[in-house]
């Protein structure tokens, strides 16, 4: 199994400039997650999806949106990315909602916006 | 005040010295989890609990829901437990929340 992957793992825009960042998971988890890891603040929460056909907004999801494309896959797009948005990004998913169940992350990706 | 607060921030210690990073939080939970996060920045997850204690090879984790504290201990480390270690509970239906991390530096 290769667990949850994440690509790209390395990404430069430019302002305003878009993207999509593509997750899969192949553990038929049914919640899916992106956080973003900024120096300093931890990670936070920026969407999620509960399950196949849901998703919803979490601590910081101004500047993002996200697609549940089926139960394994789950994209993050930046429509106009900013520097604000340089960071590191982790997909992660569980079994079921976080909390009770263990959580697994991808191995994250590297955004730069200049 | 956050939410999750772990000590120390950093920590070094030499080879095979017990290794304590605590965890306190603020808001009630069902569940608290133990992650570490690798030098090259993959995250995976070591303990999940919710009550008592849970071991794992050298690493031991406890939780005192009463008093909102948990430690995760190391015994006999080694560099290869060089990492950073990050507490998270649940703070709402799909919610975790972090802490900051502790640095954790083994020299040997």
């Known amino acids: 199994n290769a667990g949850v992957t994440q690509t790209p793992k390395f990404q430069v825009l430019k302002t305003g400039q878009s993207m999509t960042l593509q997750c899969a998971q192949d553990?038929?988890?049914?919640?899916m997650y992106w956080y973003r890891q900024d120096p300093g603040m931890g990670l936070r929460l920026i969407y999620y999806?509960?399950?196949?056909?849901?998703?919803d907004k979490g601590e910081v999801p101004n500047g993002y949106n996200v697609s549940r494309l089926n139960k394994r896959e789950f994209s993050l797009r930046l429509e106009s990315a900013a520097p604000s948005q340089t960071s590191v990004y982790f997909c992660a998913s569980s079994e079921a909602p976080v909390g009770s169940y263990e959580q697994y992350f991808g191995p994250g990706t590297r955004l730069t916006v200049t | 005040k956050n939410e999750v607060e772990q000590s120390p921030q950093n920590l070094t210690a030499q080879e095979g010295e017990f290794i304590t990073i605590n965890c306190s939080y603020s808001?009630?939970?069902?569940?608290l989890h133990w992650l570490q996060q690798h030098p090259g920045g993959g995250i995976v997850s070591l303990f999940m609990?919710?009550?008592g204690k849970k071991k794992h090879g050298r690493l031991i984790a406890t939780i005192n829901i009463q008093e909102k504290h948990s430690s995760l201990h190391i015994t006999a480390s080694h560099p290869r437990d060089s990492a950073v270690y990050i507490c998270?509970?649940?703070?709402?239906?799909?919610?975790?929340?972090f802490g900051q991390g502790t640095r954790l530096t083994i020299n040997p």
């Open positions: 609990l919710s009550s």
């Open positions: 808001v009630g939970i069902s569940a």
């Open positions: 553990m038929n988890h049914n919640s």
């Open positions: 998270a509970v649940r703070g709402g239906a799909q919610k975790l929340v």
């Open positions: 999806s509960a399950s196949e056909g849901t998703t």
